[in-house]
């Protein structure tokens, strides 16, 4: 069984690799399926970690409200810049540079969790719970959306209920979508 902060952290991982492949390719058709893939990883983990680990964080930590406030935040920031990258032709003068951009917020939002939040989550929680845990973000995976969404909300809470209602549409839309082949997959292949 996988600890919750094995699952996250395997996610990153995903995401570091899928983001040195788009950079390091010369290929627009390559580069265009690793962003289709990039981004329904980035989306599919912010969305089911805002459900799933976000609030066994609250409900466990003395200072979990606050804390929970300040990653609602970041990811909210991190879905806008998602949401701008999502819609860019590889072609464009700014793609690789709002990849870039991206990705350096994410890889500080990665540190952080890697070294701080995880490891205090994972004192709070037996190994049964973690395992649990991190169950749960992978079922949840399967019904949160696959793109980035501009809500404009004056709560990041209701971000996440909304984007609930869009995952049918993203499914819908990702049948169009080129993938990469699951050869050419690094980390792993497409769920």
């Not at 930590?61 to 970041?74: C, H, L, Q, T, Y």
């Not at 998602?82 to 870039?100: E, G, K, M, W």
Request: proline share 5%; aromatic share 8%.
């Amino acid at each position: 069984m996988v600890r919750i902060s094995e699952a996250i952290k395997d996610d990153h991982r995903k995401l570091e690799s899928y983001y040195n492949i788009i950079v390091n390719s010369e290929d627009e058709d390559e580069q265009t399926r690793f962003q289709n893939q990039f981004t329904w990883e980035l989306a599919r983990h912010a969305v089911a970690e805002e459900l799933v680990v976000f609030p066994a964080v609250e409900k466990l930590r003395s200072d979990g409200k606050e804390k929970i406030d300040d990653d609602r935040r970041e990811h909210s920031a991190l879905k806008e810049m998602l949401n701008v990258f999502q819609d860019l032709n590889c072609s464009d003068p700014r793609f690789i540079p709002t990849l870039t951009m991206l990705m350096e917020g994410l890889a500080q939002h990665m540190r952080d969790e890697e070294t701080n939040d995880l490891v205090i989550l994972e004192e709070f929680l037996t190994s049964n719970e973690s395992e649990e845990l991190a169950e749960s973000l992978d079922r949840t995976k399967m019904f949160v959306p696959s793109r980035s969404h501009p809500y404009n909300l004056d709560n990041p809470t209701f971000e996440t209920a909304a984007d609930l209602l869009t995952a049918p549409l993203d499914r819908l839309q990702d049948l169009f979508r080129k993938w990469p082949e699951e050869e050419s997959m690094i980390a792993a292949p497409l769920e």
